[in-house]
């Protein structure tokens, strides 16, 4: 069964700050790894990684993958109030034997970022 | 494009009755996912379409829950009879399946169901 970790699961810290939200993965076939932030609402799309080792970055949001160890790390530098959101992570990976991918989420880092 | 819309938005009811949770995925989508966000869970897979067609339903709890896609653009999830521990956000998300990818990966703004 496909597993994804995320660690810590709640984080609080003070504008300004530096986090880095953690997600590990168990899974076969994977093709990509997604962070979404989540705020009231449905969960929007932040980053796809595909490949080892290359940094993707939007604004003060940045992401890479090691497909070696198994992981991924979201960081956020000079966070916001605004940051303050559930940050889910998930990867597709092909169902064994078929052409199907699904998204498999992590239960999420719950970030609460105090003025 | 109006994007994933999902009704109703919010939806109180009563053990033991029928509940049914629709969607309309973005046009051209062709892949439709149900999901279930709970805090003592997270966001858990119940079933997915790829063109229609159920592919993986090993997510759905248990018998009380069906769902069907009669066309590419509705999709419906019902609970029947529902119980106080289906109280939860239900999402629907669709997508364009690639080769390899899922693109365009695009959730709805979720039902909030609670079931007294």
């Known amino acids: 069964e496909d597993k994804v970790v995320q660690s810590p699961l709640s984080l609080v810290v003070h504008e300004g700050d530096t986090v880095t939200l953690n997600c590990s993965y168990e899974?076969?076939?994977?093709?990509?790894l997604l962070w979404y932030k989540q705020e009231k609402k449905a969960p929007t799309f932040l980053f796809m990684l595909?490949?080892?080792?290359i940094e993707k970055k939007s604004g003060r949001l940045s992401s890479i993958l090691d497909k070696k160890e198994l992981f991924s790390i979201l960081n956020i530098t000079a966070t916001q109030t605004g940051d303050s959101a559930i940050y889910l992570c998930a990867v597709h990976a092909m169902a064994g034997g078929t052409s199907y991918g699904k998204l498999t989420f992590g239960q999420g880092t719950i970030l609460t970022v105090h003025p | 494009d109006a994007g994933v819309i999902q009704s109703p938005r919010h939806e109180v009811t009563e053990m033991g009755q029928e509940v049914t949770l629709r969607c309309k995925p973005i046009s051209g989508h062709n892949s439709l996912f149900w999901y279930r966000q709970t805090m003592m869970r997270g966001l858990e897979l119940l079933i997915y379409?790829?063109?229609?067609?159920?592919?993986?339903d090993s997510g759905m709890p248990e018998d009380r829950f069906s769902a069907k896609m009669p066309n590419a653009s509705f999709s419906t999830l019902k609970i029947q009879p529902s119980e106080p521990r289906d109280s939860a956000v239900y999402f629907c998300?669709?997508?364009?399946?690639?080769?390899?990818?899922?693109?365009?990966?695009?959730f709805g703004s979720g039902t909030r169901l609670t079931v007294v």
């Open positions: 998300a669709s997508s364009l399946r690639g080769t390899d990818y899922l693109y365009g990966y695009t």
């Open positions: 899974v076969t076939n994977f093709r990509s």
């Open positions: 595909t490949s080892s080792g």
């Open positions: 379409f790829n063109n229609n067609v159920p592919i993986d």
